[in-house]
Protein backbone atom coordinates (compact mmCIF):
# COMPACT_ATOMS: atom_id res chain seq x y z
CA UNK A 1 0.00 0.00 0.00
CA UNK A 2 2.59 2.57 0.98
CA UNK A 3 4.30 1.78 -2.13
CA UNK A 4 1.29 2.30 -4.36
CA UNK A 5 0.44 5.71 -2.25
CA UNK A 6 3.64 7.61 -3.70
CA UNK A 7 1.98 9.12 -6.41
CA UNK A 8 -0.54 11.84 -6.07
CA UNK A 9 -3.19 12.60 -8.88
CA UNK A 10 -2.76 16.36 -9.70
CA UNK A 11 -2.17 15.71 -13.10
CA UNK A 12 -6.01 15.05 -13.46
CA UNK A 13 -6.35 18.76 -13.01
CA UNK A 14 -8.57 20.92 -15.28
CA UNK A 15 -6.75 22.68 -17.53
CA UNK A 16 -9.56 25.46 -18.41
CA UNK A 17 -7.79 28.23 -15.40
CA UNK A 18 -6.56 25.47 -13.82
CA UNK A 19 -4.82 26.39 -10.98
CA UNK A 20 -3.42 22.76 -9.51
CA UNK A 21 -4.92 20.41 -6.88
CA UNK A 22 -4.33 18.70 -3.90
CA UNK A 23 -5.57 15.02 -2.63
CA UNK A 24 -5.44 13.27 0.78
CA UNK A 25 -2.34 11.48 0.52
CA UNK A 26 1.09 11.83 1.34
CA UNK A 27 4.40 11.04 0.35
CA UNK A 28 6.29 10.64 3.14
CA UNK A 29 9.55 12.40 4.25
CA UNK A 30 12.07 12.39 1.69
CA UNK A 31 9.75 10.53 -1.27
CA UNK A 32 8.27 11.99 -4.31
CA UNK A 33 6.97 11.28 -7.66
CA UNK A 34 7.28 13.02 -11.25
CA UNK A 35 4.40 12.69 -13.42
CA UNK A 36 4.25 13.70 -17.47
CA UNK A 37 0.81 14.21 -18.71
CA UNK A 38 -1.02 14.33 -22.08
CA UNK A 39 -4.34 15.10 -22.57
CA UNK A 40 -7.36 16.71 -24.64
CA UNK A 41 -10.65 18.70 -23.99
CA UNK A 42 -13.54 18.84 -26.60
CA UNK A 43 -15.39 22.19 -26.16
CA UNK A 44 -18.87 21.25 -27.33
CA UNK A 45 -20.71 24.34 -26.14
CA UNK A 46 -20.10 27.25 -24.49
CA UNK A 47 -21.49 28.90 -21.28
CA UNK A 48 -21.46 32.27 -21.58
CA UNK A 49 -23.10 33.18 -18.27
CA UNK A 50 -26.12 36.03 -17.86
CA UNK A 51 -28.75 36.14 -19.89
CA UNK A 52 -26.89 34.98 -23.45
CA UNK A 53 -26.62 31.66 -21.43
CA UNK A 54 -25.29 28.67 -23.89
CA UNK A 55 -23.43 29.46 -27.17
CA UNK A 56 -23.11 26.75 -29.96
CA UNK A 57 -19.14 27.50 -30.19
CA UNK A 58 -16.84 24.93 -29.54
CA UNK A 59 -12.81 24.26 -28.86
CA UNK A 60 -10.32 21.57 -28.90
CA UNK A 61 -7.25 21.74 -26.15
CA UNK A 62 -4.40 19.73 -26.35
CA UNK A 63 -1.98 19.98 -23.03
CA UNK A 64 0.86 18.54 -21.84
CA UNK A 65 1.54 18.75 -17.87
CA UNK A 66 4.41 18.52 -15.40
CA UNK A 67 3.90 17.72 -11.98
CA UNK A 68 6.32 16.94 -9.15
CA UNK A 69 5.59 16.23 -5.90
CA UNK A 70 7.95 16.03 -2.68
CA UNK A 71 7.48 15.42 0.83
CA UNK A 72 9.72 16.95 2.73
CA UNK A 73 8.43 15.80 6.22
CA UNK A 74 5.89 12.86 6.95
CA UNK A 75 3.14 15.14 7.66
CA UNK A 76 4.27 18.15 4.94
CA UNK A 77 4.41 17.77 1.16
CA UNK A 78 4.89 20.19 -1.22
CA UNK A 79 3.73 20.06 -5.38
CA UNK A 80 4.79 21.53 -8.45
CA UNK A 81 2.92 21.64 -11.50
CA UNK A 82 3.71 23.49 -14.94
CA UNK A 83 0.91 23.36 -17.82
CA UNK A 84 1.51 23.98 -21.69
CA UNK A 85 -1.78 24.16 -23.57
CA UNK A 86 -2.34 24.44 -27.21
CA UNK A 87 -6.34 25.89 -27.81
CA UNK A 88 -6.23 26.00 -32.07
CA UNK A 89 -3.71 28.81 -33.19
CA UNK A 90 -2.81 29.87 -29.31
CA UNK A 91 0.19 27.61 -27.81
CA UNK A 92 2.24 28.39 -25.04
CA UNK A 93 3.41 27.73 -21.05
CA UNK A 94 0.25 28.69 -18.70
CA UNK A 95 0.46 29.04 -15.33
CA UNK A 96 3.21 27.34 -12.59
CA UNK A 97 1.43 26.67 -9.82
CA UNK A 98 2.86 25.29 -6.29
CA UNK A 99 1.11 24.05 -2.91
CA UNK A 100 2.33 23.34 0.34
CA UNK A 101 0.26 20.59 2.40
CA UNK A 102 0.03 19.80 6.26
CA UNK A 103 -1.27 17.45 7.76
CA UNK A 104 -2.88 18.46 11.45
CA UNK A 105 -4.62 16.11 12.46
CA UNK A 106 -5.13 12.56 12.54
CA UNK A 107 -7.40 9.97 14.14
CA UNK A 108 -8.52 6.54 14.45
CA UNK A 109 -11.58 5.75 13.33
CA UNK A 110 -13.67 2.67 12.70
CA UNK A 111 -11.97 0.52 10.84
CA UNK A 112 -9.39 3.40 9.14
CA UNK A 113 -8.52 6.33 9.72
CA UNK A 114 -9.41 10.48 10.03
CA UNK A 115 -7.25 13.09 8.74
CA UNK A 116 -7.11 16.63 8.59
CA UNK A 117 -5.32 19.02 6.50
CA UNK A 118 -4.41 22.36 5.32
CA UNK A 119 -2.82 23.66 1.89
CA UNK A 120 -1.59 26.89 0.37
CA UNK A 121 -0.94 27.46 -3.14
CA UNK A 122 0.33 30.24 -4.86
CA UNK A 123 0.69 30.42 -9.18
CA UNK A 124 0.93 32.99 -11.78
CA UNK A 125 1.36 32.99 -15.31
CA UNK A 126 4.95 31.77 -16.52
CA UNK A 127 4.35 33.64 -19.97
CA UNK A 128 2.81 36.72 -21.44
CA UNK A 129 0.57 34.26 -22.83
CA UNK A 130 -2.52 35.82 -25.79
CA UNK A 131 -5.72 37.32 -24.21
CA UNK A 132 -8.96 38.36 -25.79
CA UNK A 133 -10.82 35.48 -27.07
CA UNK A 134 -12.14 32.24 -26.78
CA UNK A 135 -8.97 30.43 -27.10
CA UNK A 136 -7.46 31.70 -24.75
CA UNK A 137 -5.53 29.32 -21.87
CA UNK A 138 -5.71 31.51 -18.75
CA UNK A 139 -6.55 34.61 -17.41
CA UNK A 140 -2.45 35.57 -16.55
CA UNK A 141 -4.29 35.71 -12.84
CA UNK A 142 -1.89 35.55 -9.73
CA UNK A 143 -3.34 33.38 -7.30
CA UNK A 144 -2.89 32.57 -3.52
CA UNK A 145 -5.02 29.78 -2.91
CA UNK A 146 -5.92 28.27 0.59
CA UNK A 147 -7.48 24.91 1.35
CA UNK A 148 -8.46 23.35 4.20
CA UNK A 149 -8.77 19.36 3.55
CA UNK A 150 -10.88 16.28 5.60
CA UNK A 151 -9.74 12.44 4.36
CA UNK A 152 -11.15 9.31 5.37
CA UNK A 153 -9.68 6.05 4.67
CA UNK A 154 -10.53 2.62 5.13
CA UNK A 155 -8.04 -0.39 6.35
CA UNK A 156 -9.70 -1.99 3.24
CA UNK A 157 -8.09 0.85 0.75
CA UNK A 158 -11.30 2.38 0.30
CA UNK A 159 -11.31 6.64 0.50
CA UNK A 160 -12.93 9.50 0.51
CA UNK A 161 -12.03 13.48 0.53
CA UNK A 162 -13.69 16.29 0.65
CA UNK A 163 -11.79 19.57 0.20
CA UNK A 164 -12.76 23.31 -0.19
CA UNK A 165 -11.33 26.89 0.63
CA UNK A 166 -10.90 30.40 -0.63
CA UNK A 167 -8.69 31.27 -3.85
CA UNK A 168 -7.80 35.05 -4.04
CA UNK A 169 -7.10 36.34 -7.46
CA UNK A 170 -4.92 39.76 -8.54
CA UNK A 171 -7.30 42.17 -10.14
CA UNK A 172 -9.86 42.53 -11.99
CA UNK A 173 -10.21 38.48 -11.52
CA UNK A 174 -12.50 37.70 -9.18
CA UNK A 175 -11.90 36.00 -6.10
CA UNK A 176 -13.07 32.45 -6.10
CA UNK A 177 -14.70 29.78 -3.51
CA UNK A 178 -13.45 26.14 -4.74
CA UNK A 179 -14.60 22.48 -3.55
CA UNK A 180 -13.81 18.65 -4.38
CA UNK A 181 -15.37 15.58 -3.21
CA UNK A 182 -13.62 12.81 -4.13
CA UNK A 183 -13.95 8.75 -3.32
CA UNK A 184 -12.31 5.99 -4.25
CA UNK A 185 -10.12 2.75 -3.53
CA UNK A 186 -6.57 2.44 -3.01
CA UNK A 187 -5.40 -1.09 -3.83
CA UNK A 188 -1.98 -2.88 -4.10
CA UNK A 189 -2.79 -3.60 -7.92
CA UNK A 190 -4.79 -0.46 -8.57
CA UNK A 191 -6.17 2.68 -7.93
CA UNK A 192 -9.43 4.35 -9.11
CA UNK A 193 -11.78 7.49 -7.98
CA UNK A 194 -14.22 9.39 -8.94
CA UNK A 195 -14.97 13.47 -8.16
CA UNK A 196 -17.33 16.39 -8.27
CA UNK A 197 -15.05 19.75 -8.97
CA UNK A 198 -17.05 22.77 -8.76
CA UNK A 199 -15.65 26.43 -8.53
CA UNK A 200 -18.22 29.75 -8.01
CA UNK A 201 -16.42 32.84 -8.47
CA UNK A 202 -17.73 35.95 -6.58
CA UNK A 203 -18.72 38.58 -9.34
CA UNK A 204 -16.95 39.53 -12.49
CA UNK A 205 -18.13 40.16 -16.13
CA UNK A 206 -19.75 37.42 -18.64
CA UNK A 207 -19.23 37.21 -22.28
CA UNK A 208 -21.03 39.21 -24.18
CA UNK A 209 -22.47 40.47 -21.43
CA UNK A 210 -21.05 44.20 -21.48
CA UNK A 211 -19.91 46.11 -24.26
CA UNK A 212 -16.34 45.41 -26.33
CA UNK A 213 -13.33 45.62 -25.94
CA UNK A 214 -13.51 43.05 -22.86
CA UNK A 215 -10.95 42.10 -20.64
CA UNK A 216 -10.95 38.61 -20.39
CA UNK A 217 -9.08 38.74 -16.86
CA UNK A 218 -11.93 39.88 -15.45
CA UNK A 219 -14.52 37.00 -16.48
CA UNK A 220 -15.70 35.51 -13.36
CA UNK A 221 -15.31 31.41 -14.08
CA UNK A 222 -18.11 28.91 -12.41
CA UNK A 223 -17.86 25.23 -13.11
CA UNK A 224 -18.95 22.00 -12.06
CA UNK A 225 -17.64 19.00 -13.38
CA UNK A 226 -17.33 15.39 -12.80
CA UNK A 227 -14.62 12.80 -13.34
CA UNK A 228 -12.25 9.56 -12.31
CA UNK A 229 -9.12 8.60 -12.47
CA UNK A 230 -7.62 5.24 -13.06
CA UNK A 231 -3.89 4.14 -11.97
CA UNK A 232 -1.94 1.01 -12.38
CA UNK A 233 1.05 0.57 -10.73
CA UNK A 234 3.86 -1.57 -12.65
CA UNK A 235 6.85 -1.15 -10.01
CA UNK A 236 7.86 0.48 -6.94
CA UNK A 237 8.93 3.37 -8.92
CA UNK A 238 6.64 3.28 -12.26
CA UNK A 239 3.10 3.59 -13.57
CA UNK A 240 0.37 4.63 -15.74
CA UNK A 241 -3.07 6.39 -15.55
CA UNK A 242 -6.04 7.34 -17.57
CA UNK A 243 -8.80 10.03 -16.73
CA UNK A 244 -12.36 10.96 -17.80
CA UNK A 245 -14.23 14.17 -16.76
CA UNK A 246 -16.97 16.27 -18.53
CA UNK A 247 -17.92 20.03 -17.41
CA UNK A 248 -21.95 19.93 -16.86
CA UNK A 249 -22.63 23.12 -16.39
CA UNK A 250 -20.90 26.55 -15.48
CA UNK A 251 -20.26 30.51 -16.17
CA UNK A 252 -17.38 31.61 -18.89
CA UNK A 253 -16.45 27.89 -19.99
CA UNK A 254 -16.92 24.70 -22.47
CA UNK A 255 -19.12 22.33 -21.90
CA UNK A 256 -17.93 18.87 -22.74
CA UNK A 257 -15.69 16.12 -22.18
CA UNK A 258 -11.78 15.82 -21.39
CA UNK A 259 -9.26 12.77 -21.52
CA UNK A 260 -6.37 12.10 -19.89
CA UNK A 261 -2.89 9.55 -20.28
CA UNK A 262 0.05 9.94 -18.31
CA UNK A 263 3.14 8.19 -16.74
CA UNK A 264 4.44 8.70 -13.44
CA UNK A 265 7.84 7.82 -11.92
CA UNK A 266 8.28 7.41 -7.93
CA UNK A 267 11.71 7.53 -6.16
CA UNK A 268 13.10 7.61 -3.04
CA UNK A 269 10.46 4.24 -2.07
Not at 35 to 44: H, Y
Not at 144 to 152: C, E, P, S, V
Amino acid sequence: MKRLLTFIFAICVSVVYSQGRIDGFYKGKNKGSIVLGLGFEDGIQYFSGGEVGKLDISRSVFYTNVFGAYGLAENLDVNLAIPYIISDDNANFQDISAFLKYRLISLNAANGRIEISTAAGFSTNLTNYELGGLNDIGQQATIIDLKAMIHYQLVSGWFATLQGGYAFKSDPTPNSLPATLKAGHAGRKWYYDLYYDFQHSFGGIDYRGTPPPQDFRAFGVDFQKIGGTLYKPFSSTMGVYVSVSYVFDGRNIFKGPGYGTGLVYNFGN
